[in-house]
Structures are given as C-alpha cells and as structure tokens.
C-alpha cells in the first residue's frame, strides 16, 4: 500500500484526488486545511457577471473562484471575453462548465512549472488589453498582485470576491485526527502557502513545538516554488516540487524515493 497520503485541499478538491489515489492503490486521507464557504451576500458577484461584455479579460486565481461564479452565471460565456487562470486546475474546473480552448479564449501560464500571477501575466498579450477593462474573480482576501501588473500596464481593474476561505474548525475530532497523523509515516500534499501557515498554528495549538518538529520530518509535496520556499522556511527539510495539475502530483507520490 506504501506511505499515506494526507490531502490537504478544501474539501471538494480533496475528495476527487483521494479517490483516485486509493484506486491505484494508495491510502489517502483527507484533512482539509482551508474551508471553502460561498459569501453571505452574492450581489455585488451576480451584478458584476451580469455585464461581463464590459471587460476584455476576466481573471479567476483559483478553481474554487471558478466554480463559485459559473454557480451564480445567468449567461453563457462571451465568447471576446478572455478568461485566465493560473493552473491546470483551473483549467479542468474551466472544462467542468463547459469552457474549453474549442469554445472560449482561455489564457494560461505556459510553463506547468511557473504557475502563478507572474507567469499568468507574462502570458497576456498586455498591449493589446491595455486601456481596456479586466476583471479579477477571487477570494474576499488574497495577493494584490496580479491586480497591481495590470494597472501598472495601463488596464483598468475591477475585483470581486466570489468566496469566503478560512481555517476550518479545530475541533476535538480534527485534533485527535492530527495527533493520530503526527505519530504516522506519511506524506502530506500541499497546495497553498496559506494552508501551510493554518497546518503550522493547527500543530502547534494541538501539539506544541514537539509535534512541529515531527511535522516537518514529514515528505511535502507542492506544485509551486512560492510554497516550497515557505516549507524550508518554516523547517520543513523533505520538500518535492511538481508542476501543475493533478497528473504531476500523483506522479510524484507514486514515485516515492
């Protein structure tokens, strides 16, 4: 059966990875280190996808920000409208509402190792955007980023939260799980910074320093720099980096030194 698998997505991302993991043969868990939760009011997103004529680029920075605005979208997608994404996550959640390349112009990152605002921008033809209107679909925080290079480039930007994401509760069910995984072998899949620092307070609050320092023997796996360079600084010392999408992750779990 080899080493666990620990999944750390939210929830509806977690639980289609686990499955195929266990149908090759592995033992996946999940514990969801984010908590994806729809917003309490979602006006301001239905009146912004209800003129989605208005921009020439609408920008989603995650599958979650996908799903949760093609769930409140009254319209069929314009087809002038570019829509960027940065992973192939996001692509195959673009794919899932009937969004592909042979309908829709669809702008990603060209190196599936480089995935992220940066890379996402590099891809844009920004002359031919500049002076005209972007949209940005997200969470109710995030990186400014990707808002702030295209401004910079002479787009207009408007932004719009379409999700709420926290630290799910650590309840004593999730506490006793985490104890339970401390003390296992496994490796742990990793696919936000922001889930690294909510998995760091988790072990700390149920753990103290001696469950940290167990944590960080642990193998990560991550898709992206930006969190392997936050692993080392957080301790972690056994880190694998993929590149984008879920084929290359359970590439490398399969493929365990």
Request: with cysteine.
């Amino acid at each position: 059966m080899g080493v666990p698998v620990v999944i750390t997505r939210p929830q509806a991302q977690a639980v289609p990875l686990a499955a195929r993991l266990s149908a090759l043969g592995m033992t996946a868990i999940v514990f969801p280190l984010l908590d994806i939760q729809p917003l309490p009011d979602p006006a301001p997103l239905q009146a912004v996808l209800a003129r989605l004529d208005d921009y020439a680029l609408v920008a989603f920075v995650s599958p979650n920000a996908i799903d949760a605005a093609f769930d409140q979208l009254k319209r069929p997608w314009p087809p002038q409208v570019i829509a960027a994404v940065v992973g192939e996550g996001s692509r195959l959640a673009l794919a899932s509402r009937g969004l592909t390349d042979a309908n829709a112009r669809i702008v990603s990152p060209t190196d599936p190792h480089r995935t992220d605002s940066e890379t996402l921008v590099e891809a844009l033809d920004l002359d031919a955007l500049r002076g005209r209107k972007a949209l940005i679909i997200r969470a109710e925080t995030g990186r400014e980023l990707l808002a702030d290079r295209l401004r910079a480039a002479g787009i207009e930007v408007d932004q719009v939260a379409a999700y709420r994401r926290g630290a799910p509760p650590l309840d004593e069910s999730r506490r006793a799980l985490l104890l339970q995984l401390l003390r296992q072998e496994n490796d742990w899949v990793i696919t936000s910074s922001e889930a690294l620092r909510i998995l760091q307070e988790s072990v700390l609050q149920t753990a103290g320093a001696p469950g940290w320092r167990s944590m960080c023997a642990k193998r990560l796996v991550v898709p992206h720099q930006r969190i392997a360079d936050t692993a080392a600084a957080l301790g972690f010392a056994c880190v694998t980096l993929t590149s984008s999408g879920d084929e290359a992750l359970v590439a490398a779990l399969q493929s365990r030194p």
